[in-house]
């Protein structure tokens, strides 16, 4: 009987595996095949990670950096190791109670195996290049199915992946030296990947990671929802995240929901900064920080219905810088956002801290604020370009299809209109590639490489840096202070807070640069001199007359 009953099990068991085999023998071949296109959108991913983090740490030991960003975040990372919270002199305090980013703790594990600014950059432009993949998905997911040639597809898959990696916007990030912004495009393509590939634990967690950057990135995360249930609505044959929800109420009952929640986040934030600077902090539902109206998204508001031409003063500053950045995100991007013009729901955010400013940084190129938008423009090609074979397969034309492409297409087929999306693709491309601080030309990118110059200065610090004792008080040039982040009590003028000028053990200064001379008598070289005539410091060490380091005497 024992022997009948394992028998039994073993044909039941072979017939089982065998029909696995044979019966479907095509899924198990599709299980096994790899996705070329993947592998070489990983290879790409790999590269440009390796080819990003170089500008990085070049510009960096050429002593282009800066203490805002990449010195700040350095020195809170090292102090939070060594026992002092997020502590840094730059802001005379904890970095939390300016800034409430939990995303900090994360970046902990990272910085305490090799405590350096080189670390934060490796981190930093390697999540920064492997965004592709995420975004090669979305691609996939919207246009595997819809264009008809493989090859053709493969071409507008890489066009896209490439103009991304070589988009100036993508430059503005990795060659401002260091941001949480950052790791934005990464997040918002994991969300959208997660979103339609009805992952929805992942599609929550990557909204939490956004927020984590900055608490008032909440908006860009109800902003992805409120996107993600217009395109479920849209499209409820996809059985996406929110399609099952069919009365439109409820879904507007949720998003007035998951809105609550990110205002009572924003209300927490600051009240975490309070507890932490030690002081009741005001909250306010703000879209900008700086060259904004006063009093944030409530001010905005209030200024429209008793000062409309006040608000208007903010949003027609800088207006030609604020077009052209407009245009320039539009045209690297063929257009194509235009043509599924509700992607740019995730973008609202950005319009309403950028625009809406005075602030010339939000929508200059060579700044970090590029994050918040261009990851959006680039899901435009994916969700422009699917809505445009949509267009063109549906058997009426669509009205924002002119007749003349339609009655083209159906005559000559798809191919020619994906051949004519490529050129516009591929130009561009090479537009963004005018602006691209890699390019090997004098391009017209800000933090162009061809100006960024390795210079013996830089031998000369980390050598003498190794004789400045660990607790000394240093006051040191903005672009020099990331090499010197690893010291708590640091400060960087004009910016930062100064204690008494009595108390620095240390000054450092290069002459005849922009930093040291910047800010009248709070400027370096004014500090600088007053000590030296009163006899507080003496020289100390010098490289050519141009690096200078004075001692306390």
Known sequence: MKLNGHN????????????????????????????????????????????????????????????????????????????????????????LAEHFAPFEYLQLPLYYLYPSPVSLLLFQDIFLAI???????????????KIKNDFLYSIIIFITLFSYELSPFTASI?????????????????????????????NI????????????????????????????????????????????????????????????????????????????????????????????????????????AYLFSFISANYMLKISYLVLLFATTGFMPLYFPEILIIGLPYFGYAFTSSYGSYYTLGYQYAAMIYPVMFLGIAF??????????????????PKKIYNYYKSHGQNNIIKVIIVILIIGLILGLVYNPLVPYDSMAPNDISGIHMTPDTRFLLNERKYIPENSTILVENNLMPLFSDYKNVYSPPFSPLPNYTEFDYIIYMNNTFWADTGGNNSLIYIATYLLDHGYITPYAEYNNQVIILKKA
Do not use: C
């Open 205 to 308: 967690a990557m909204l939490i990671f956004i927020v984590t950057l900055h608490s008032n990135f909440v908006y860009i995360s109800l902003m992805i929802i409120l996107f993600e249930m217009v395109y479920s609505r849209k499209y409820k044959n996809l059985n996406l995240m929110f399609s099952e929800i069919r009365p439109k109420w409820l879904l507007l009952v949720l998003f007035i929901l998951f809105t609550l929640t990110g205002f009572a986040y924003i209300e927490f934030a600051g009240i975490m900064k309070g507890i932490i600077s030690g002081h009741v902090s005001s909250v306010t539902l703000t879209t900008g920080e700086s060259g904004t109206v006063p009093g944030g998204l409530m001010g905005m508001v209030r200024a429209l219905f008793t000062d409309p």
């Open 384 to 401: 422009g370009i699917s809505k445009i074979i949509d267009n063109l397969n549906s058997n009426n034309k669509n009205r924002l299809t």
């Open 131 to 145: 965004s592709v993949i995420p975004l090669y998905e979305i691609l996939k997911f919207l246009l595997k199915n």
């Open 8 to 95: 039994f099990i073993f044909k039941f068991t072979y017939t089982i595996y065998m029909n696995g085999i044979f019966n479907n023998q095509h899924l198990v071949l599709k299980r096994r095949k790899f996705d070329k296109n993947l592998i070489i959108t990983l290879i790409t991913g790999i590269i440009f990670s390796v080819i990003f983090s170089a500008y990085s740490i070049y510009k960096y030991y050429s002593l282009d950096a800066s203490a805002y960003d990449l010195g700040l975040h350095s020195n809170i990372l090292w102090n939070a190791i060594h026992g002092e919270s997020f502590y840094t002199g730059l802001l005379g305090g904890n970095f």
């Open 174 to 202: 990795y060659s401002f030296d260091f941001h949480n912004m950052a790791f934005l495009p990464f997040f918002i393509f994991m969300a959208i990947y997660a979103y339609l590939y009805n992952k929805k634990i992942l």
